[in-house]
């Protein structure tokens, strides 16, 4: 199993990044997908989601209206738009593919990629 991202990387405040996440090893569209975020000092915080159908998606309220997460199930592939970026939003952004079945969780995260956000 494996999930890479990839597209951090340093914006000037109001600037836009798009992180994707290639994901392999497990079947992708039964998949939850989940964006994280970890900011020195600061816990995990979960920034968007989206079901493996893509019928549900959420989003932290420091974000919304900002980012936008989406999928491709063809291409095994979730992507976190970010637009209007905010120093606050420097961190570590990891990717999360999640599945409760038959009682039982499986669980897989990403290395990260780190996303700064300064002039």
Known sequence: VQLVESGGGFVQPGGSLRL????????????????????PGKERELVASMSSVGSSINYANSVKGRFTISRD???????????????EDTAVYYCNAFRRRFGNDDDYWGRGTQVTVSS
């Open 73 to 87: 199930n063809a291409k095994n592939t979730v992507y976190l738009q970010m637009n209007s970026l905010k120093p």
């Open 20 to 39: 994707s996440c290639a994901a392999s090893g497990f079947t992708f569209s039964s998949f939850a997908m989940r964006w994280y975020r970890q900011a």
